[in-house]
C-alpha cells in the first residue's frame, strides 16, 4: 500500500501560480504511476494529469495543457504539479492517486489510492 499527502494549495488571483506536492510513503513509489484529479463543487472528479513510473510520459487534460506541468521526484517520494496561468475555473479540490499500471491513465477508478486533497481557489 501507499499513503498519500498533498500540499500546496491556496488562494491565488487570476494568472498566478501555485506548486502542489503530493508526498508518499509505504510500498516502492516508482512503482506507482502517479495521476493528479481535481473536483469544483457540484462536479464530478476530473482528470488533470499523470505520470509514468520514472517520469518519461506525461498526459494531461486539454483544458490544462500549456499551463500545467507534472513531475516526479522517486528519490524523494513525491509528484508536483505546477500551476501557472491560473483561471478562476481551475477552482477545485485537487487530488494525487496512485496505482501499478497506466492504462487508461485518465479514468480515476482505475485508480487504488488516494490523498485527503487540497483546496485551489482562484479569484478573479
Known amino acids: 500500500q501507499v499513503q498519500l499527502v498533498e500540499s500546496g494549495g491556496g488562494l491565488v488571483q487570476a494568472g498566478g501560480s501555485l506548486r502542489l506536492s503530493c508526498a508518499a510513503s509505504?510500498?516502492?513509489?516508482?512503482?506507482?504511476?502517479m495521476g493528479w484529479f481535481r473536483q469544483a463543487p457540484g462536479k464530478e472528479r476530473e482528470f488533470v494529469a499523470a505520470?509514468?513510473?520514472?517520469?518519461?510520459?506525461?498526459y494531461y487534460a486539454d483544458s490544462v495543457k500549456g499551463r500545467f506541468t507534472i513531475s516526479r521526484d522517486n528519490a524523494k517520494n513525491t509528484v508536483n504539479l505546477q500551476l501557472n496561468s491560473l483561471k478562476p475555473e481551475d477552482t477545485a479540490v485537487y487530488y494525487c492517486?496512485?496505482?501499478?499500471?497506466?492504462?487508461?491513465?485518465?479514468?480515476?477508478?482505475?485508480?487504488?489510492?488516494w490523498g485527503q486533497g487540497t483546496q485551489v481557489t482562484v479569484s478573479s
Open positions: 509505504g510500498r516502492a513509489f516508482s512503482r506507482y504511476w
Open positions: 505520470i509514468s513510473w520514472i517520469g518519461g510520459s506525461t
Open positions: 492517486a496512485a496505482r501499478d499500471y497506466g492504462t487508461n491513465y485518465y479514468n480515476q477508478y482505475k485508480y487504488d489510492y
